[in-house]
């Protein structure tokens, strides 16, 4: 099906910090350029998503001491998708979201990223370069750092370590930082130490810190957690706002939050695909209240 | 993102926001570096070299020595902290380091003793004694200066570059890292114990007699190999604020707090602790080379687990993370140790345990953190 895959994604590695820095030079060169625009300039240089979706999974399995967490799990993300990714304890929604970001190697399957980026031969930063950004579970935000250098930290650029230690923030680069504070609804908090941000807060610093990536696909674990009311609605107004610009997986529990996003919705249940489709539909499906929403 | 944001909103942040500003040292470092830059480089070499030693401001060569000795490891300190304050990496072997740079310096200045030996040969003492007829490969081209100087450099940077890659690729962490460090340390120290290795065995290098063919007792090269020692601390401090202060600095206290995060927004952890190891090995390796001719002499007691322990006291003493903490520490920690070694020889590993777990419960950011929390 992809006979040019291995070696694409291999041409891609050597060369991947290169062609990121130069697509981001390009977008400080514009000035004002939005995160929309540049994303959009880097998708063309480095994901090749010309049949449609951005994310693959054919097959994969990962078993840990025997117990199958995936399960010959396929699953196919279009781009620009918003979905959603509900399950029972157990499921293997992060063991999947593990596998898409590089922390866990498949047993089986193939995880392709566009047509052409092979995931599977990838170390973690090489797919953060590669454009797909992840929020942990729990959120995970550089504690001793302001929020301004969590924001600074996870801007994309050229992350080697020769060019960490001269490197300077542009004009353009300070404005892409206002933005997303502005985003974020942090902005009055710009200097204060990410470590003592409420919960909420934190959550939201870590999708600017992936936004500050441009990924071109984000996976959000549990956005929400933790939130008050008020809170999981912005976020949830954020998450419409992101897709479109960026492809967008949401693992959720909580089921108001998926309600008020969700478009497609994928069911995962024991390492493997349930059942796939709009919300209703799925929630209408006897086997999915069998497992999971009758209970 | 612009579309979410009327443009007049933009247009005031784009005013508003400020890069921060992370200057090399504040103005008030640059004024106390400038007067410790003048009485080590300046004043306490006149007042050792021009005042007769009866004076009352007369500065002894016991001092000198004894404050070179601690500049040295006060270099160590500062590296130290560069992988244990700001990377979080503990090591527990870096007396390793330092010895091997010490050793290097060694090999020169054997090579400089000449025939003056007990037995008038061109080899080392301990050669002939092992009745070797010609030097070992690894001791050859030593009689260069610069030779060895590349070799106090190399050889605890290369060593440390290869451990490390190792180790940081194999994700080897926390309290298996530091383990394992001192496990190397230890087995250096009894390859260096054994006579066939070439190093003098348990003995090591002494009795030198010349650096760069000037006397090394002379008060001339001892102010000068103090004066050497002021400036390697110096430019070592310097370099070492250079980096915290940069985008790197930050890099590497983000991966002390959050690896996860850093390698998921694109950063390789693997290169960035592979760099700041091997510079601190350096580091510690040119401090060690500055140590031998001031002490004038190199064995390998210097690579016991002990030595390395007691680095990490010095940095922890100081204040982790500070750069200036780890050193004072260096000074608080050695001074202390001169004198209670001499008033209650029997004692100072106790004091030297009980300061250790004072400093962690009362005082967890260390003898800095105390004098800033006054302020």
């Known amino acids: 099906m992809r006979p040019l895959g291995g070696q694409r994604s291999g041409e891609c590695r050597k060369r991947g910090g290169t062609t990121v820095s130069a697509a981001a030079l390009h977008t400080v060169d514009s000035g004002s350029a939005g995160l929309a625009q540049a994303g959009m300039r880097i998708a063309g240089a480095d994901v090749d998503t010309t049949h449609g979706p951005i994310l693959y999974l054919d097959g994969i399995t990962v078993s840990f001491d025997g117990f199958r967490a995936l399960n010959g799990l396929s699953l196919t993300i279009d781009d620009g998708e918003l979905r959603c990714i509900i399950g029972p304890n157990g499921a293997g929604k992060t063991t999947m979201m593990d596998v898409i970001t590089g922390k866990t190697r498949p047993d089986a399957g193939t995880a392709f990223f566009g047509q052409t980026i092979d995931l599977a031969k990838l170390t973690e930063a090489e797919i953060a370069h590669a454009g797909i950004g992840r929020k942990f579970q729990k959120p995970t935000v550089f504690e001793q750092h302001s929020v301004f250098e969590n924001l600074e930290l996870s801007m994309k650029a050229d992350k080697r370590v020769r060019k960490a230690i001269g490197a300077r923030l ?5 404005d892409r930082i206002a933005e997303t504070l502005e985003l974020i609804q942090l902005a009055d908090a710009a200097d204060r130490l990410a470590g003592l941000l409420s919960h909420g807060q934190k959550q939201w610093l870590e999708i600017g810190m992936l936004l500050m990536q441009e990924p071109r696909l984000l996976l959000l674990d549990e956005p929400v957690a933790g939130m008050t009311d008020d809170e999981t609605m912005r976020t949830a ?14 693992v959720e529990h909580d089921m108001d939050f998926i309600a008020r996003i969700a478009r497609q919705v994928t069911v995962l249940h024991e390492g493997s695909v349930l059942a796939e489709g709009p919300m209703d539909v799925v929630q209408a499906d006897p086997r999915v209240i069998e497992v999971y929403l009758g209970r | 993102m612009n579309a979410a944001l009327p443009p007049q909103v933009a247009t005031e942040f784009r005013r508003t926001l400020a890069a921060p500003e992370r200057p090399l040292l504040t103005r008030g470092g640059w004024a106390t570096f400038t007067v410790v830059a003048y009485v080590l480089l300046v004043l306490v070499p006149a007042l050792n070299l021009l005042l007769p030693a009866s004076h009352p401001l007369h500065v002894s060569d016991y001092v000198v020595t004894l404050a070179g000795k601690i500049m040295c490891y006060a270099i160590v300190a500062l590296a130290m902290d560069l992988i244990w304050g700001y990377a979080g990496i503990l090591s527990l072997g870096h007396g390793l380091f330092f010895a091997l740079g010490g050793y290097a310096m060694g090999m020169y200045l054997m090579r400089s003793i000449g025939r003056e030996g007990v037995y008038h040969s061109d080899l080392p003492d301990f050669m002939v004694f092992l009745d ?14 610069w030779y060895a100087a590349m070799l106090v450099v190399l ?5 440390a570059f290869v451990f490390g890659y190792f180790a940081f690729r194999s994700r080897i962490k926390g309290v298996y890292f530091s383990i394992i460090t001192q496990a190397l340390t230890y087995a250096f120290m009894l390859l260096f114990f054994r006579n066939d290795t070439g190093f003098g065995g ?3 290098f002494t009795d030198f007699k010349r650096i760069l063919g000037y006397p090394i007792a002379a008060p001339g090269t001892r102010v000068a190999l ?20 940069s985008k790197l600095g930050r890099v590497l206290t983000a991966i002390r707090d959050a690896e996860s995060r850093v390698m998921f927004c694109g950063y390789s952890p693997l290169h960035y602790k592979l760099f700041v190891w091997t510079l601190s090995a350096v580091l510690c390796g040119i401090a060690g080379a500055l140590y031998v001719p001031q002490v004038g002499i190199i064995n390998p007691s210097e690579m016991s687990p002990a030595n390395s322990i007691e680095i990490a006291i010095w940095t922890a003493v100081g204040g982790r993370g500070t750069l200036v903490g780890p050193m004072l520490g260096a000074f608080v920690v050695n001074g202390a140790k001169s004198w209670f070694t001499q008033a209650f020889p029997e004692y100072w590993l106790y004091f030297l345990g009980l300061l250790f777990i004072l400093v962690t419960l009362f005082l967890p950011r260390g003898v800095i953190g105390l004098l800033r929390g006054r302020r």
Do not use: M, Q
């Open chain 2, 155 to 159: 050889v605890p940077g290369v060593l």
């Open chain 1, 170 to 174: 542009a004009r353009a680069d300070l």
């Open chain 2, 202 to 204: 348990n003995n090591g």
């Open chain 1, 237 to 250: 107004e954020l998450c419409l706002s992101l897709a479109g610009r960026h492809s967008v997986v949401v």
């Open chain 2, 132 to 145: 070797w007829k010609t030097y070992p490969w690894y001791w050859s081209f030593t009689d260069h200066f």
């Open chain 2, 226 to 245: 103090f004066v050497a020692t002021g400036v390697a601390l110096l430019g070592a401090l310097l370099l070492a604020r250079w980096i915290v202060t």
